[in-house]
């Protein structure tokens, strides 16, 4: 079956701009959520969607939003973009923890300038 | 509050030497735990996990993690690496919270095996 399917793979933007990252989930799977992966800071844990719900949200600033639609595809949204958000951003779609295997896209590289 | 402590940040091995990744975590509560390994350019990929049951759980790639619940580690091994295991791998738990679960991540250990 199809994997975990994150767009686009590399962005460039203007600090200020704002963004739109893309997830399709493993057909099935209700649960997706989303990390922030720096150097030295490893996994940072934004938020959680299950059916089209937000179940939990990290200690991002309000910028950071995000949605899930009824397919289970969903959307993250930085808004007035800083330096400090270049990072890749992962997306892990699973059939809802807490035992359950979360299955990894290969993330988008947002590079802010 | 539960956190995952992984204690090396790199580690460089030689080719078919043994290794050990070591990952405590601090959780009031029964955990779920698992390894993930990450190569360049990629997502995270499954290597095991432990749910319940036998304290030693077996992966994929030869890789195999003991839970310890006294000392509350789940240590990843190898007994022996190959090139091929040069890779990011990250520990991490499945913790209860506000009715459901999330994952906490470690920072993550930079295996480099050396020819």
């Known amino acids: 079956k199809a994997g975990v399917t994150q767009t686009p793979r590399y962005l460039i933007k203007t600090r200020g701009q704002q963004v739109t990252l893309s997830c399709s989930p493993i057909?099935?799977?209700?649960?997706v959520s989303w990390y922030q992966q720096t150097p030295g800071q490893g996994l940072q844990f934004l938020f959680e969607?299950?059916?089209?719900?937000?179940?939990n949200k990290g200690n991002f600033p309000g910028r950071f939003s995000g949605r899930q639609f009824s397919n289970s595809r969903s959307e993250m949204n930085v808004s007035t973009l800083e330096l400090g958000d270049s990072a890749l951003y992962l997306c892990?779609?699973?059939?809802?923890?807490?035992?359950?295997?979360?299955?990894f896209g290969q993330g988008t590289r947002l590079t802010v300038v | 509050a539960q956190s995952v402590t992984q204690l090396d940040s790199q580690v460089p091995v030689f080719e078919e030497a043994p290794v050990e990744l070591r990952c405590n975590y601090s959780?009031?509560?029964?955990?779920?735990l698992f390894w993930y390994v990450q190569y360049p350019n990629q997502g995270l990929q499954l290597l095991l996990k432990?749910?319940?049951?036998?304290?030693l759980v077996k992966g994929i790639n030869g890789f195999e993690a003991e839970f310890n619940k006294s000392q509350t580690s789940f240590h990843l091994r190898k007994p022996s690496v190959h090139i091929s295991d040069t890779a990011e791998y990250f520990c991490?738990?499945?913790?209860?919270?506000?009715?459901?679960?999330?994952?906490?991540f470690g920072t993550g250990t930079r295996l480099k095996v050396l020819a």
């Open positions: 892990a779609s699973s059939l809802g923890p807490p035992n359950t295997e979360a299955f």
């Open positions: 057909s099935g799977h209700r649960s």
């Open positions: 969607y299950f059916s089209e719900t937000q179940r």
């Open positions: 959780s009031s509560v029964s955990v779920y």
């Open positions: 432990y749910l319940s049951g036998s304290t």
């Open positions: 991490a738990v499945s913790v209860p919270t506000s009715g459901t679960y999330k994952y906490i």
